[in-house]
């Protein structure tokens, strides 16, 4: 890797994040740290930063000619709000944007696929991360694990679909390479574990590891978005209810060669991670590191 001037990291705090700061400070890269509260990460120069206050870009942005995109969480149109961002961003001396996205959201899709869209034509250096589902859904601050902590089940309508959970430790990792390699990906990057599981065998291996029962409950699309409207947008609702459909249709039954392939190692395990982070009973282990 080379020597960048300067990476603005925007959710510092969060799942990606937080490891992306880490990773890039212990390798000597000048880091600013943005968050809401300008909370201090792993070194770096924490820096106020709202997706919604734009009086907080410019000194977000002072100096960084990199920036990691976390899109704000919740809403249904990112693009309304980070696409000027992007603007400022190139204005002010960004030459290389990589976008966390989802696994879900090809470019021109919905939500961070207007972003996805619209990258390559701002910057000349570029990269959009399109994860799948993070097994941290399991073990961090998510619906899921809160459920698992609390009542030893979590619920989805994927039904028997599989996913290739990928934990965040690679997907930082991958982050990592995107925002500093030379040259830039210049590409999106679908990124995976290495194997694709149904949350029934999620619920079977988190009950192995943990020594205490693990259930997974199987909701109705209906049910499901009525579930989810307690505590989020309608809209947002239906948007994620749209993706568990997409799983019960197979659309997440596949792995990639991506973290091989961009680290020189192999993806971590659903089962190697679910070691790693619990131990002693399950709700005393389980990390509750901020969403990114």
């Known amino acids: 890797m080379t ?15 937080s490891r992306l700061v880490s990773r890039l400070a212990a390798r000597g890269h000048r880091v600013s740290a943005a968050s809401r509260r300008a909370t201090a990460v792993g070194g770096a120069r924490p820096v106020r930063f709202d997706w919604y206050d734009s009086t907080t870009y ?10 990691y995109l976390v899109p704000p969480l919740g809403s249904a149109e990112p693009g309304t709000t980070v696409l000027p961002f992007l603007e400022q961003a190139r204005a002010a001396g960004v030459r290389r944007a990589v976008l ?5 959201v090809p470019a021109g899709g919905p939500a961070t696929g207007e972003i996805h869209f619209a990258l390559p034509g701002l910057f000349d250096e570029w990269a959009v991360l399109r994860p799948s589902w993070f097994m941290q859904n399991f073990t961090g601050n998510h619906l899921h694990a809160q459920s698992i902590r609390e009542d030893g089940m979590f619920w989805t309508a994927t039904g028997e679909g599989r996913v290739a959970f990928v934990d965040a430790d690679d997907i930082a990792e991958v982050a990592a390479h995107a925002l500093t390699d030379d040259p830039a990906p210049n590409t999106d990057l679908l990124i995976t ?17 943990t020594g205490r ?6 909701f109705t699309h209906e049910q499901l978005h009525d579930r989810l409207a307690e505590s989020m947008p309608a809209a947002f609702a239906t948007f ?12 997440e039954d596949r792995t990639t060669d991506t973290v091989q392939r961009i680290t020189g190692r192999p993806p971590r395990t659903f089962r190697a991670h679910a070691e790693l982070v619990t131990g002693p009973p399950l709700p005393d282990r389980l990390s509750s590191t901020d969403p990114a």
């Not at 020597?3 to 994040?17: E, K």
């Not at 410019?58 to 100096?63: H, I, S, V, Y």
């Not at 574990?193 to 590891?209: C, D, K, N, R, W």
Request: net charge negative; proline share 3%; glycine share 12%.
């Open 100 to 104: 966390l996205s989802s696994s879900a």
């Open 193 to 209: 574990g290495p194997e694709a599981l149904s949350h029934g065998e999620i619920a079977t291996t988190l009950t192995a590891v």
């Open 3 to 17: 020597t960048v001037a300067h990476t603005l990291v925007i959710g510092a705090t969060g799942t990606t994040g």
């Open 58 to 67: 410019a000194d977000a942005l002072r100096g960084a000619d990199r920036v």
């Open 240 to 251: 994620l209810v749209g993706l568990d459909r997409a799983i019960a249709d197979g659309a």
């Open 213 to 218: 029962p693990v259930t997974h409950r199987h």
